[in-house]
Structures are given as C-alpha cells and as structure tokens.
C-alpha cells in the first residue's frame, strides 16, 4: 500500500486532533498543525516500509489465513490496549 497523499493525511490530522479532543488530551503548544502533519507522515512512512515485516512476523496458518483488513483490526486492538485506550 502506498504512502497517504496530502489530502489524506490533512484528513487523518483532523482525525487525530478530535481524538485528542475525545480523550482529553492536549496538543502541546510547541506542535504545530504542521508539525503534527508531518509526524502522521513518518509514521505512514514508516508502516509502508515495515508493513512486510509485521506480516511475517505473524505465524501460519493465521498470516495465511487472515485477511489484511483483520490483521490491521488486530494491530489497532493491540495498540489500544497497550495505550490503555
């Protein structure tokens, strides 16, 4: 899967930002909208480059057997829960 383009990503910022906003949690004052833009695109950067990894490091039968919808519903459940959200 590709990177997300600009639009995408000022999407996704907007995202971020309610959440933030839902959990209670502030922005600091020192990041920018930018700069959070531009820490939402590392990221996607960064998953693009190891998404292959993540997926081997799942064992079979399940890498082989889940979908990618699943496995991405699987990682965001695992994040949460180390987030305690």
Same mark, same amino acid.
């Given at each position: 899967m590709a990177t997300m383009?600009?639009?995408?990503?000022r999407e996704?910022?907007?995202?971020?930002?309610?959440?933030?906003v839902?959990?209670?949690l502030r922005l600091h004052a020192d990041i920018?909208?930018?700069d959070l833009t531009a820490a939402l695109a590392a990221v996607d950067a960064w998953f693009d480059a190891n998404a292959a990894d993540l997926n !081997?490091? *799942?064992p079979q039968p399940a890498r082989s057997?889940?979908?990618t919808a699943q496995k991405?519903? !699987?990682? *965001?459940?695992?994040?949460r829960r180390r987030l305690g959200a």
């Open positions: 383009n600009a639009a995408q990503l996704i910022q907007a995202q971020v930002e309610a959440m933030y839902r959990e209670g920018s909208k930018v !081997a490091s *799942i057997r889940l979908t991405a519903l !699987a990682l *965001i459940a695992i994040l």
